[in-house]
């Protein structure tokens, strides 16, 4: 059965930093392209970043030089880090894993981040 669990959210003032784990599951983790998505409030799903071919990351634009994305295959588990948090960062952030770079996948439950003074 696979399990994809996001932790490592919570409230965090402007300028803060947060990481947040995904620990997996069920399946054969090396082989799975990972990624983060976030949904903020009266918004759609969107993309942060995610593993693509070769090993690269795909970053969205909005997050670039300040979230990093990484994975350790000995633990079955992707972080993002994330820095200069801002307001508008504040969303439900959702673990994905897909076994090619354009199938659905699975999604974990989602970590909520809320990002205010």
């Known amino acids: 059965q696979v399990q994809l669990v996001e932790s490592g959210g919570g409230l965090v003032q402007p300028g803060g930093s947060l990481r947040l784990s995904c620990a997996a599951s069920?399946?054969?983790?090396?082989?799975?392209?990972m990624g983060w998505y976030r949904q903020g409030p009266g918004k759609q799903r969107e993309l942060v970043g995610r593993?693509?071919?070769?090993?690269?990351?795909y970053y969205a634009d909005f997050v670039k030089g300040r979230f990093t994305i990484s994975r350790d295959n000995a633990k079955n588990t992707v972080y993002l880090q994330m820095n200069s948090l801002k307001p508008e960062d504040t969303a439900v952030y959702y673990c994905?894993?897909?076994?090619?770079?354009?199938?659905?996948?699975?999604w974990g439950q989602g970590t909520q981040v809320t990002v205010s003074s």
């Open positions: 593993f693509i071919a070769g090993g690269l990351i």
């Open positions: 069920g399946f054969t983790f090396s082989t799975y392209y």
């Open positions: 994905n894993a897909r076994l090619t770079p354009t199938a659905v996948g699975y």
